[in-house]
């Protein structure tokens, strides 16, 4: 049963959930990374940074509240690799003509049945909402399920696990990301978020060839992995929030992918479950709003309007008209603001300051309010 709009979202306003990693924290990983201190001594400068961190969203307004992503090298394998029958790889960094740097993309393979051997997220979450002030929301992000798929394909999933894909491949997966939300349920938590590169990549035409070659319908993927997604909503615990963001690439200030939603539009909005979507539309290579003609009623979209991949500020009168525009597609009442992206989706964080990172957020919440109100 889904929730009343005015329930689904802590605020009008909000955020994706990494942020910059303070100068001492990365320190001490690349000191662990040498075998100079332990793994807990690791876990002590992690507390303290997340402390910080906390302190910082609630300085600054936020209602929803995560842990910074401060204890992941990356936003994505180091959660998934803790999935029983997962082998993933370090991404390799690829030095571009340009001279910018780009992130290949992992790799990630299923060698064995996929299954929930441990509870991933369940002592972050309890330090997390430990520290977060009454009034405040703790946020958990996780990867979507569709990256044991994707970024391989069928060539990357086990033949001897999974003969056939369907449903058995799709069942497990599905089994053990319910059993991860349970286990965050129980511990208290209702808002989890799943960042998903690969319906946005699916925009983007170079992608969708990559796709081919490998043997996937681009225009069939879509639809698959809303019907894959339902599988984890459907075990989602009474009372959770699950929403979904989709991310076009944060490496460095870099994205890798571009393209209007319309490929991936209606299989996202209106065949999946989630209770709400955020949406990068920081520039043009997000296209237009025409897509979000198929949210249907009782979700939210969150606008991505303002970047987090470089420091120049937007207006309040420039984002409020990217509203209005978004208004013409979708209710207002079912629309709500945030920056497109992270600000750290690996560890090596975007070419942005810290400062600049406040004053992002201050303007998102300060535009929301006016727009929407203080509520």
């Known amino acids: 049963m889904s929730k009343p709009l005015d329930q689904i979202l802590p605020a009008r306003y909000d955020h994706v959930g990494s942020f910059l990693r303070p100068q001492y924290l990365l320190e001490a990983r690349a000191q662990k990374a040498k075998g100079e201190i332990t793994p807990e001594q690791l876990r002590l400068v992690e507390d303290k940074a997340i402390k910080e961190i906390i302190a910082f969203q609630e300085g600054v307004g936020l209602k929803s509240i995560t842990d910074g992503e401060f204890r992941r090298t990356y936003f994505h394998i180091d959660f998934l690799e803790q999935l029983g029958g997962v082998k993933t790889d370090i991404p390799v960094t690829i030095k571009k003509p340009d001279g910018t740097e780009e992130l290949a993309p992992p790799v990630i393979k299923v060698v064995d049945k996929v299954r929930h051997t441990k509870d991933i997220q369940l002592a972050d979450y309890e330090f997390l909402a430990a520290n977060v002030s009454a009034g405040h929301t703790p946020k958990v992000t996780i990867p979507s399920p569709t990256m044991l798929h994707f970024r391989g394909g069928r060539a990357g999933i086990s033949k001897t696990a999974y003969p056939e894909l369907d449903p058995e491949f799709y069942d497990d997966v599905a089994k053990a990301y319910g059993d991860e939300l349970r286990s965050l349920s129980k511990a208290g938590c209702n808002y989890v978020q799943m960042d998903d590169t690969n319906l946005a990549y699916l925009c983007d035409e170079k992608m969708r060839e990559a796709a081919r070659l490998r043997g996937d319908d681009p225009n069939e993927l879509p639809h698959r992995y809303a019907a894959f997604v339902n599988k984890v909503v459907a075990q989602k615990p009474e009372g959770m929030t699950l929403a979904m963001h989709l991310c076009r690439g944060n490496f460095k200030s870099t994205h890798a992918a571009a393209g209007n939603y319309e490929p991936v539009a209606e299989a996202l909005l209106s065949e999946m479950n989630l209770d709400a979507y955020f949406l990068e539309y920081d520039d043009d290579r997000s296209g237009d709003f025409k897509p979000l003609r198929f949210l249907p009623k009782g979700k939210i979209v969150v606008l991505g309007l303002v970047?987090?991949?470089?420091?120049?500020?937007?207006?309040?009168?420039?984002?409020?008209?990217?509203?209005?525009e978004a208004a013409k597609y979708a209710p207002l009442e079912q629309l709500a603001l945030s920056p497109q992206c992270g600000f750290s989706s690996t560890v090596h964080g975007n070419n942005i300051a810290v400062e600049a990172q406040r004053n992002k957020l201050r303007l998102v919440i300060e535009t929301a309010q006016d727009v929407w109100g203080n509520h």
């Open 307 to 324: 970047t987090t991949k470089f420091g120049e500020m937007e207006t309040k009168d420039s984002i409020k008209r990217r509203i209005e």
